[in-house]
């Protein structure tokens, strides 16, 4: 069965300051790749997401995530972190094919930012 | 163009109590999945309606059931409530089953 690990419960950092996430799945091929965010008590909030082609994504609010084959990670970065970034984050997988859109999601990376 | 969206944002039922929530997707989307998101953890996928019929279901009991409409809408219905049930419920809309999904805010229910 197919898993999502998010290794990071809880980061801080400082306002302005650069952020990477990390995910890192298990599946026998590679699936559909995706983050999200989710600010409290809120819906989740589409950031980006890979489906073949440049290992690169651009999203959103100026974060970027790269997919590495090798290592099975899709880890999400972000150059200068703002204040309003604050908030949970997931990583998702979807394993396409049959499993008709199924989103396989991570336990969530709480993400504060000091100013 | 609205989103999708979820009706209503907040439920509180009690034990053995059946509930219905109701989820409307974003506008040209025809499958809609649902999502129970306990405190503190990531969604878990409870099932996905496309044309009407439940495509996959996830590891959740019989008392968890779906409808589809032909407008595409949907309904999560769970009988025999139970404390652990309590948790927020998203929908999630796509234009077809294996594309990105739009999520909506989320019924938060609370069963006492």
């Known amino acids: 069965a197919q898993s999502v690990t998010q290794p990071d419960i809880h980061i801080t950092v400082s306002e302005g300051a650069s952020l990477e996430l990390r995910c890192n799945y298990s599946?026998?091929?590679?699936?559909?790749l995706f983050w999200y965010v989710q600010s409290p008590g809120q819906g989740l909030q589409l950031l980006l997401k890979?489906?073949?082609?440049?290992?690169l994504v651009q999203g959103i609010k100026g974060f970027e995530a790269e997919f590495k084959r090798s290592q099975s990670s899709f880890n999400l970065r972000k150059p200068s972190v703002h204040w309003s970034d604050a908030a949970e984050y997931f990583c998702a997988v979807n394993a396409g094919g049959t499993s008709y859109g199924k989103l396989t999601f991570g336990q969530g990376t709480i993400l504060t930012v000091h100013p | 163009d609205a989103g999708v969206t979820q009706s209503p944002t907040h439920l509180i039922k009690t034990r053995g109590q059946q509930v219905t929530l109701r989820c409307s997707p974003k506008s040209g989307h025809d499958t809609v999945s649902w999502y129970q998101q306990a405190l503190g953890q990531g969604p878990q996928f409870i099932f996905q309606y496309y044309e009407e019929e439940e495509r996959q279901r996830g590891n959740f009991p019989d008392r968890f059931s779906g409808h589809q409409f032909p407008n595409y809408s949907s309904e999560l219905n769970v009988n025999a409530l139970l404390l652990g049930d309590s948790a927020l419920y998203l929908c999630a809309s796509s234009s077809k089953p294996n594309t990105e999904a739009f999520f909506g805010q989320g019924t938060r229910l609370t069963v006492v």
């Open positions: 890979y489906f073949s082609g440049d290992t």
């Open positions: 599946y026998g091929a590679t699936p559909y």
